[in-house]
């Protein structure tokens, strides 16, 4: 961190199928921004790596988090992989230090709220842990229906309280 007199500003974004989105947070259940961004088309990578480069440049956090798309981690599309690897490059261009977690760890962490959670149920918890995302919960979805957008919200989320969890709250 590079002032004492302010708790660290940590950025999580989940990457999915339709663009990207992003959660600020100062400090552990302090969400002061958050966003879910659609990109469509064939440059629809360039355009998500352009909208995170202007995200990271407004915020400078002093942590980026991000999920672990690595053999080790989940997998996911191509161009999510390249997409990743990309922010990830970002990142270390600007001495932003870098935290990635599997989906599994996600699902682990979460785990002790009775067995794995679906999304649905994470995005419920989420909402009880940070009030101001109540609104955002979306309805439980059938199973002909499309993931809602909002949770790539939650996911982003969850990506960032693991990270509170998995370093005890501090940064650096």
């Not at 996911?76 to 990635?100: C, M, Q, V, Y």
Request: charged share 20%.
């Amino acid at each position: 961190m590079t002032n004492d007199n302010r708790s660290a500003v940590v950025l999580s974004i989940y990457l999915n199928t339709r663009g990207f989105a992003f959660v600020v947070f100062e400090g552990h259940s302090s969400p002061y921004d958050w966003g879910v961004r659609e990109m469509r088309g064939p440059q629809k990578s360039n355009g998500c790596l352009l909208r995170i480069s202007q995200i990271i440049d407004r915020y400078a956090p002093d942590v980026l988090v991000i999920q672990d798309i690595s053999e080790q981690g989940t997998r996911r599309a191509r161009w999510i992989s390249k997409l990743n690897g990309s922010i990830t490059e970002l990142a270390k261009d600007r001495g932003i230090p870098i935290f990635a977690y599997s989906r599994a760890q996600v699902r682990a962490a979460f785990d002790e709220y009775g067995g794995p959670p679906t999304k649905q149920l994470l995005a419920q918890l989420i909402a009880k842990h940070i009030p101001a995302f109540e609104q955002y919960v979306p309805p439980p979805r059938k199973p002909w229906m499309s993931e809602d957008r909002r949770m790539a919200l939650f996911d982003a989320a969850a990506l960032a309280l693991l990270f509170f969890r998995s370093t005890g709250n501090s940064v650096g």
